[in-house]
């Protein structure tokens, strides 16, 4: 049995040293970690064992084909693990440490448990720039694990409250480090030998370097799946008014119960995006609307999580 298979009490700790010493007590002992990083919370767990990633996938009731991305402390860490040809090379100089996963072919011999790639030849590899999981990292010494803090499919977390609402009880401590910078999952980008393809947009905007994404139909990163980050009521997108029975989530001089930037800036919006679908989950309303977001620069990202979020769920 994992060491999650049974309720358990979530502690949560402020960020500081005795926080990230206790956290990494409790990931070498094989138990799964909160954390926060610049994008938005993770689960964390060593990516050597497959007792730990195992528990990753209880936790979140993770479908087992949804790839994990494993968080490095450098880039000599990551090419232990993975293969950089220049091109992948020059992005991870270029974009680490920060929100940039590049998926690379997997090393044969790299010390990496085998559900985190999914039963792939390649791997999907993250340098953060965040304090508190570079910290985790330096005192594991050894890769993680991470994806985002929450019960698959549902609402990215930004704030240690939001991990708390559908991994309470789940996994054994939460490090409050407040909410996170950029709001978004990393960009994630495959890189092989036709060239370099977006997998997933996020809040590195490079779009416009990239080649279309390959149309195998695998999954073959994280957040990829089509109905993603949704919340429990149905999502209504493009909206230039609420229904009666909507929350409404406004975007500039669109106002509503709530909204992303009213001043219009989309990284603003993008920090803000899963905050306030939060909201409107706990809301009265039934049903949640959002106003219509440009999709240029990182309102691609965005459009790309609120149209995931509003998709059918597959039964």
Not at 262 to 274: I, N, S, V
Not at 284 to 313: C, S, T, Y
């Amino acid at each position: 049995m994992a060491p999650q298979d049974e309720p358990v009490e979530t502690k949560v700790l402020a960020l500081g040293d005795e926080a990230i010493a206790e956290a990494a007590r409790l990931i070498l002992a094989g138990r799964t970690v909160a954390v926060p990083t610049e994008t938005v919370y993770g689960l964390a767990a060593d990516a050597t064992r497959d007792c730990a990633v195992a528990a990753i996938y209880a936790a979140k009731g993770r479908p087992s084909f949804n790839p994990l991305i494993v968080h490095v402390g450098d880039l000599e860490q990551a090419e232990a693990i993975g293969r950089f040809d220049p091109a992948a090379r020059a992005l991870a100089e270029r974009w680490w440490p920060g929100p940039l996963t590049l998926v690379v072919p997997l090393r044969p011999e790299a010390a990496i448990a085998r559900a985190v790639t999914a039963g792939l030849g390649t791997v999907a590899l993250r340098c953060p720039a965040h304090p508190a999981i570079r910290a985790l990292l330096r005192a594991c010494r050894r890769p993680l694990a991470a994806p985002s803090a929450n019960s698959s499919g549902t609402i990215s977390p930004t704030r240690a409250d939001h991990v708390l609402k559908t991994l309470g009880g789940r996994i054994a401590l939460v490090l409050d480090g407040g909410e996170t910078a950029r709001g978004l999952e990393s960009t994630i980008v495959k890189v092989d030998g036709s060239g370099l393809h977006l997998l997933r947009p996020g809040p590195i905007a490079i779009d416009d370097l990239l080649d279309p994404p390959p149309t195998s139909g695998r999954i073959e990163a994280p957040g990829q799946l089509a109905s993603h980050y949704a919340p429990s009521k149905p999502l209504r997108v493009d909206a230039t008014a609420a229904e009666p029975d909507e929350w409404f989530i406004g975007f500039g001089r669109v106002d509503g119960d709530d909204n992303l930037s009213p001043g219009g800036d989309l990284g603003e919006a993008a920090a803000r995006l899963f905050a306030a679908l939060h909201r409107g989950e706990e809301s009265p309303k039934p049903r949640v609307a959002v106003a219509a977001i440009p999709a240029e620069g990182i309102g691609l990202a965005i459009n790309d999580r609120l149209r995931r979020a509003a998709a059918p769920r597959e039964t």
